[in-house]
């Protein structure tokens, strides 16, 4: 189902500049339809953020895609997501062939998505709980990525990141935050890059903002 709308989808992340063609494999193949609720499934594959239910959203397209090729991803990599949300970014790094660790803070969220990935055959470690403090049992991770806005960047979730790992993380007030790509050369030294102007929910925890 939704074949030729999968294509488009394809041809629009191609025209905004996706050109890692492993990524572009795995948007074909993931069926983002699957992943939102019944009503929205028709604008499943809009380049647009969708609602899931809680007051939280699936991703757009395009922010999955531009998040997945900043980890650089080569060879099978272990990777801790921060915001299970639907599974779907989570799906895309497993159909690339990653180990996917994937922490969720609403228990509702995180059960639904359980189900869906124990349902479609999804092999990934989801975890409930709060994601700013991430998952010391299984670390350290090559890759992290943050799906969710935070004011900072969680130092637990950087002693977390290997040696030569990267990671993924949308940083700034809860209306409009940067995209930092950031690579730890060393035990302690960084190289960051930032691009601009995304727009995430927020990020909820001990190292992120406070509940209202
Ligand atoms: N990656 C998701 C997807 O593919 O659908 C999109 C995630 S949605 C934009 C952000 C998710 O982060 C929400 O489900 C929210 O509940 C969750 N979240 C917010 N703060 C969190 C935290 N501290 N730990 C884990 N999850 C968190």
Redesign the pocket.
């Known amino acids: 189902m939704y074949e030729t709308e999968r294509e488009d989808l394809i041809k629009v992340l191609r025209g905004k500049g996706i050109i890692d063609e492993n990524v572009l494999k795995a948007f074909l193949k993931v069926e983002r339809h699957l ?1 939102v609720p019944e009503i929205i499934k028709p604008h499943a594959y809009s380049d647009v ?1 969708l609602p ?1 239910g ?1 007051e ?4 757009q397209p395009y922010t ?1 895609a531009f998040m997945t090729q900043a980890l650089e991803l080569n060879g099978r990599s272990k990777i801790l ?11 895309v790094l497993v159909e690339m062939g990653m180990k996917v660790y ?5 228990f509702e ?1 995180h059960k639904n998505t359980q189900k869906l990935f124990d349902k479609l055959g999804i092999r990934a470690a989801l975890i409930y ?4 403090i991430g998952w010391e049992e299984a670390a350290p991770y090559d890759r992290i990525i943050v ?2 806005g935070g004011p900072e960047v969680p130092n637990r979730l950087l002693s977390q990141l290997a040696v030569g790992g990267k990671m993924v993380i949308p940083v700034g007030d809860r209306n409009c935050q940067a995209m930092q790509i950031i690579t730890k050369v060393s035990g302690k030294e960084y190289s960051k890059k930032e691009v601009p102007n995304f727009k ?7 190292q ?1 903002w406070k509940s209202e």
């Open positions: 992943f953020a899931i809680h939280q959203t699936i991703s999955v997501e921060i915001g299970t949300g639907s599974g779907f970014q989570a799906a994937s922490i969720e803070r609403n969220i709980g709060d994601g700013t799906t969710a995430f929910v927020p990020l909820i925890g001990k992120g």
